[in-house]
């Protein structure tokens, strides 16, 4: 029954195209009911045999199994298209959120930046104002010079004028007899009318050599028991002005020369260091003090590492230096333009812990005397007050430290002089003192009231020189010396 039903099907396939179909009914021998479809097909005279039927079924499962193939193919890609449609649906409700939190961002960090820039820009419009207000009073206080100048130029004009004249009139009075003199009687000197002898005036040359008249041009005494030994400081004399820096980059500075000299250099060998600015590494060298005064450096020096501060010194040959942003003390050996030794100083603050009042990360102030290298700094330990150490100048290890009561960052500047610490209490009043001193030999500190001019209203650098017993300084733009005057022990 199965085999006729299937034969049927196929020939309904096969006569897809018949134009005609007949159905009949009709009872058999037994007498059972019979349903007879018959369609006439167009191409094929006769139904095929049995085999080519078979054939054609298994041809129908085929196309069968391919369309249920691609059925379930599509299927899939409808189940993908739903997932995508469900994802989409998602995205869209929390689209306005994130919408709104992306700009938000943005908006944000252009504040940010925004701010920043105002910021810098308010900063250097600070320093703008400083810098011009630097301007106007190097202005102002060069045409105060000018006008001293001039004045001093009248008055030497007119001294002289009136040099002159009673010189003609003593030679009138010595040549010419006054005519109120009686007959035979002679006239007495004019220079000692208590006696009327004969007398003569004398001037005395005394020969001294050139580099000392450089080291001390006023003639006077340093010390009150001579050239040699030790004393306390009783007395700073008036800054003389020997150079000023030509740059902005001048302002602060440090310049030295070294009280014992190595050979190729001598006494008057001099370095000077710029120190505004970042990556300062360059120590401009002059030969001659004459080539220092009219700005003709011999040599050019680049530090391997960047320097910071104006605390650096020159002694023995060598230049030494704070390293910048850290406690390393560099010992620089200008002949061989090589770093010879470098030590941490243990505990010292650095780059504005414990600064001069004046700031510059001063933290670190290297000072020389008639008994060698010395570092003055501060701890967090000494809490803040000024802590003194003398270094060996070949390794820079700590031979000895003192802890004194002295608060750095309330003194201006600070200096050493025969083995006793003296600080500075401002670093620009024209009426500042030497206010504190420290005994390292008796370990006791005790309050002056020396007179200290800040001639130029900033000084940023102040260090002593035991071969020239002077004080060096750097006071705005301006590189000056002091002349000093010591007690006896």
């Known amino acids: 029954m199965r085999a006729v039903q299937l034969l049927l099907l196929a020939c309904l396939v096969w006569g897809a195209g018949a134009r005609a179909a007949q159905l009949r009914k009709a009872n058999d021998r037994s007498g059972r009911c019979h349903y007879t479809f018959t369609v006439a097909n167009p191409s094929e005279s006769s139904c095929p045999e049995q085999g080519q039927a078979m054939s054609a079924i298994q041809d129908l499962q085929r196309d069968s199994s391919t369309q249920h193939a691609e ?24 689209g306005p959120q994130e919408t709104q939190e992306g700009p938000q961002r943005e908006l944000g960090i252009l504040r940010r930046d925004r701010d920043r820039l105002e910021t810098q820009a308010r900063e250097l419009e600070v320093a703008y104002s400083n810098l011009l207000r630097d301007k106007s009073a190097l202005e102002e206080e060069k045409r105060r010079l000018r006008q001293e100048n001039e004045e001093l130029a009248r008055r030497l004009e007119s001294s002289s ?16 007899p006054s005519q109120d003199m009686l007959p035979g009687s002679r006239e007495v000197s004019q220079w000692n009318l208590d006696s ?5 005036l004398k001037s005395e040359l005394t020969e001294v050599p050139a580099l000392r008249i450089l080291e001390n041009p006023t003639g006077h005494p340093r010390t009150e028991d001579g050239d040699s030994g030790c004393g306390q400081l009783v007395w700073v004399g008036e800054p003389v002005t020997l150079k000023a820096a030509e740059t902005i980059t001048g302002k602060y500075g440090v310049w030295m020369r070294d009280p014992k000299p190595k050979y190729p250099y001598s006494q008057e060998t001099t370095w000077r260091i710029n120190t505004v600015g970042v990556d300062i590494r360059q120590v401009f060298e002059y030969n001659l003090i004459s080539d220092f005064v009219q700005g003709y450096p011999s040599k050019v020096h680049v530090l391997p590492r960047p320097l910071e501060s104006t605390g650096a010194v020159v002694y ?28 941490e100083i243990p505990g010292a603050g650095y780059h504005g812990q414990f600064p001069y009042s004046w700031g510059g990360y001063t933290d670190i102030d290297l000072a020389v005397d008639e008994s060698g290298l010395w570092v003055i700094y501060s701890t967090e ?14 390794n820079l290890e700590l031979e000895r430290t003192w802890e004194t009561n002295i608060r750095k960052q309330s003194a201006a500047n600070a200096f050493v002089i025969c083995g006793t610490l003296y600080t500075i209490s401002s670093y620009s009043s024209a009426e500042a003192t030497v206010n504190f001193a420290y005994n390292t030999g008796t370990g006791s500190s005790k309050s002056l009231t020396i007179p200290f001019k800040n001639h130029y209203k900033y000084t940023s650098m102040i260090d002593y020189n035991p071969s020239e017993r002077k004080l060096f300084a750097w006071d705005n733009f301006n590189m000056v010396t002091y002349d000093i005057r010591l007690s006896k022990i």
Do not use: M, W
């Open 71 to 94: 059925l379930e193919t599509t299927k899939a890609r409808l189940s993908s298209l739903e997932s995508l449609l469900h994802r989409l649906n998602l995205d869209q409700a929390a």
């Open 161 to 176: 004028q009136e040099v002159a004249r009673l010189r003609r009139g003593q030679c009138l009075q010595a040549r010419v």
């Open 196 to 200: 009327l002898a004969f007398q003569e």
């Open 316 to 343: 023995a040959g060598s230049l030494y230096f704070q390293g910048a942003e850290s406690r390393t003390v560099i010992r620089y050996e200008l002949n061989t333009e090589a770093v010879k030794a470098e030590k």
């Open 381 to 394: 330990e000494a809490k803040g007050a000024i802590v003194l150490s003398q270094l060996n100048p070949e």
